[in-house]
């Protein structure tokens, strides 16, 4: 989805969404070897950017999402909804398709 965004804080996600970056793996091995772009897979972790103020439950009442801004977090390798912000690819996804939280 091309949007004509300037900036990534003017994102904020509705319900029960959230704004997510994905971790970029590492270009260089730990022995100095500098790997090609083709080589380098895609993490399935990610940096929590915005989160929306939680879904409604069958009551009406909120319930707020169990991650929050900076978090790191486990992603599925497919699903979410891509958004490209300049040449940054973002990512939303609702807080029950997010897989775990990492705890640094």
């Known amino acids: 989805m091309a949007t004509a965004l300037k900036s990534v804080k003017s994102i904020a996600p509705l319900l029960d969404r959230i704004l997510v970056q994905r971790i970029k793996a590492e270009a260089k091995t730990a022995g100095g070897i500098f790997l090609p772009e083709s080589a380098i897979k895609d993490l399935n972790e990610a940096r929590v950017l915005a989160v929306g103020p939680g879904g409604l439950d069958k009551d009406g009442k909120r319930v707020s999402p169990s991650v929050a801004v900076n978090d790191r977090v486990l992603i599925p390798t497919f699903?979410?909804?891509?958004?490209?912000v300049g040449e940054d690819d973002y990512s939303l996804f609702r807080d029950h398709d997010i897989l775990a939280k990492i705890n640094e």
Not at 79 to 84: F, R
């Open 79 to 84: 699903g979410g909804q891509q958004i490209k």
